[in-house]
């Protein structure tokens, strides 16, 4: 079944974005399992380790959206879902985790990323971050 999406609904992904963002720049697990699914946050910390294991941290900062698209919203029994065209700025860097020397990215320069995001939520809880698909 169709839902509709809100502003406050469109306002809260925006808000996911950084914070999901901002997070995992700052390897901030506990930031991250607040605001995502057990199934995407077992990627994340995936990503996290194999970093680490790496030596390298990917440091995210300066996340604005630009623009967000909600490519469709539907119900579940009782949970809600919304899929949502993100695309953002931000400096994205990796960086060595003992000299902090960048190894990849620029951390004067912002890029531009678009991404599909998925928001799940029971019904009339709170948004968390389900999925993220390259566009």
């Known amino acids: 079944m ?4 809100t502003q406050a609904d469109r306002d809260r992904f925006e808000e996911l974005l950084s914070e999901v963002q901002s997070a995992f720049g700052r ?10 699914t057990p ?6 910390s995936e990503e996290l380790s ?6 390298r941290r990917n440091e995210v900062s300066d996340v604005r959206l ?15 879902y ?12 990796m960086r060595d985790r003992t000299s902090n020397a960048v190894l990849e990215g ?14 799940t939520r029971p019904r009339g809880g709170a948004w968390k ?7």
């Open 82 to 93: 919304a899929t949502a065209a993100l695309r953002y700025s931000s400096i994205d860097v």
């Open 2 to 5: 169709e839902i509709g999406v």
């Open 66 to 80: 630009l623009q967000a698209d909600v490519a469709e919203a539907w119900r579940e029994d009782d949970t809600d």
């Open 39 to 44: 199934e995407i946050m077992s990627y994340l």
């Open 27 to 36: 390897e901030d697990y506990a930031a991250l399992r607040e605001r995502t």
């Open 106 to 119: 620029d951390a004067g320069k912002a890029t531009e990323t678009t991404e599909h995001w998925t928001f």
């Open 50 to 55: 194999q970093n680490a294991t790496q030596g």
């Open 129 to 135: 971050l389900s999925a993220i698909q390259e566009a």
